[in-house]
């Protein structure tokens, strides 16, 4: 539910509606002819009025992917790392162990993407 401050309003009340609404709850703040709207995450304006974004949750799903998809490229580059040194210094027997994790790495990256 998004929150409306109508115009005319002063510099003080407009002020006050942005910090309560974006600084101390994180709302999205779009100004209008008419007024100064607080939207919620998973509202946006169309023509001026706030509305219910029907595709917030499909944004959102794609946005923890990516998330996700970041910290497993993140794993796998340590793991390269972690491999290279273990061929360096004739560990073999970790090799597998770390082979291992980025097959089952690559596996939950390939799901994702």
């Known amino acids: 539910m998004s ?14 509606f942005i910090v309560t609404y974006n600084h101390n ?4 703040i779009e100004e209008t002819e008419d007024a100064l709207y607080a939207l919620e995450a998973n509202e946006v304006m169309q ?6 974004d029907s595709n917030y949750e499909t944004r959102l799903a794609r946005a923890q992917a990516d998330v996700e998809i970041a910290e497993i490229k993140e794993q796998l580059a340590e793991i390269d790392l972690k491999s290279i040194r273990a061929l360096r210094a004739g560990e073999k027997d970790y090799l597998q162990e770390y082979e291992a994790e980025a097959v089952e790495l690559r596996n939950r990256l390939e799901a994702l993407e």
């Open 25 to 28: 709850q994180g709302l999205l």
């Open 47 to 52: 023509e001026g009025v706030p509305v219910v």
């Open 3 to 16: 929150y409306k401050l109508d115009k005319p309003y002063t510099e003080e009340s407009r002020l006050d």
